[in-house]
């Protein structure tokens, strides 16, 4: 089992979204490519928050990822995200958008 919790906030109109996916209900495609770029992204790794702050009307996002055996959650920014996190922040945002 593999949920994930996503919330996106701030930006110029400080608009919130926000998921919640457990990627065994997922169809398996859309499941393999989260789990991929959780993988890639080295999630568990991430520090848990950047060392420097977020720019002024940028958006943050706080992503928890839960399996069996271990929980991490990260909090970051547009300007302060790793590059190798980009990929899930900007899946998990356009799934939160078409909810």
Known sequence: MTRIEFERSGGFMGRKVTLNLNLDELPPDQAQTLSLLIDESDFFNLPDSPAKPPVPDSF?????VTTDTRQHTVHTSDTTAPERLRPLLIDLSARARAR
């Open 60 to 64: 943050l996002y706080t992503i928890t």
